[in-house]
């Protein structure tokens, strides 16, 4: 499984992006998919993460009603749609996939698959 993650760039605070994650696995729809983030010396982080259908997403105290995650199975892609931006927010984001993960799991950096990240940076 190869992942490839885009969208990244320089926004203002309070500005949007749009980051895709596209997958090149014929089973996209079998995979749990995460976004990750890690600010320069700090740890890597779960930001959001979505299960197989969609039916369920998983998001982080420091994004919720502010990111989005999303799929399009059709299209092996998920994306995580970022609104009201703060400087805080700036790191490389990582989309991450694995088949086994459960509910509980889904924060965890316990994926299989990581794609090769995107760099998003706050101005403020």
């Known amino acids: 499984v190869q992942l490839q993650a885009s969208g990244g760039g320089l926004v203002q605070a309070g500005g949007s992006l749009r980051l895709s994650c596209a997958a090149s696995v014929r089973t996209f729809s079998s995979y749990v998919v995460g976004w990750f983030r890690q600010a320069p010396g700090k740890e890597r982080e779960s930001v959001a993460a979505i299960s197989r259908g969609g039916g369920f997403t998983y998001y982080a105290d420091s994004v919720k009603g502010r990111f989005t995650i999303s799929r399009d199975n059709a299209k092996n892609t998920v994306y995580l749609q970022m609104n009201s931006f703060q400087p805080e927010d700036t790191a490389v984001y990582y989309c991450?996939?694995?088949?086994?993960?459960?509910?509980?799991?889904?924060?965890?950096?316990?994926?299989?698959?990581w794609g090769q990240g995107t760099q998003v940076t706050v101005s403020s």
């Open positions: 991450a996939a694995d088949p086994d993960l459960s509910g509980s799991s889904y924060a965890e950096r316990r994926y299989d698959y």
